[in-house]
Nanobody, 118 residues
Framework: QVQLVESGGGLVQTGGSLRLSCTAS????????MGWYRQAPGKQRELVAS???????NYADFVKGRFTISRSSSKNTVYLQMNSLKHEDTAVYYC????????????WGQGTQVTVSS
């Protein structure tokens, strides 16, 4: 199993920045993708950005050019740098870690609240 601990959420004004962190522990050697999802009230959880162990990144269209996902050299911590925040970015942000199907890992963090005041 993999455990994920997130930090870095908070309240920020429109146009401001925040950086989220997510540290994985446990069976981290089998993780091949880590990512950030978000869920706003009354909406479905949606992918924000992801990064593979090879460094390939994927972004949702609504954050391209504003958010950057990266990871530590040890590959057990993933970051989400969020710039030019908008009110509609307000949501609970969740860290996710996945493995290849063989290892059947799809773990979630507890979530961290990001609130952007307009």
């Amino acid at each position: 199993q993999v455990q994920l601990v997130e930090s870095g959420g908070g309240l920020v004004q429109t146009g401001g920045s925040l950086r989220l962190s997510c540290t994985a522990s446990g069976s981290i050697s089998v993780i091949n993708t880590m990512g950030w999802y978000r869920q706003a009230p009354g909406k479905q959880r949606e992918l924000v950005a992801s990064i593979t162990t090879r460094g390939s990144t994927n972004y949702a269209d609504f954050v391209k050019g504003r958010f950057t996902i990266s990871r530590s050299s040890s590959k057990n911590t993933v970051y989400l740098q969020m710039n030019s925040l908008k009110h509609e970015d307000t949501a609970v942000y969740y860290c996710n870690a996945k493995s290849p199907p063989l290892y059947n890992i799809n773990s979630w963090g507890q979530g961290t609240q990001v609130t952007v005041s307009s």
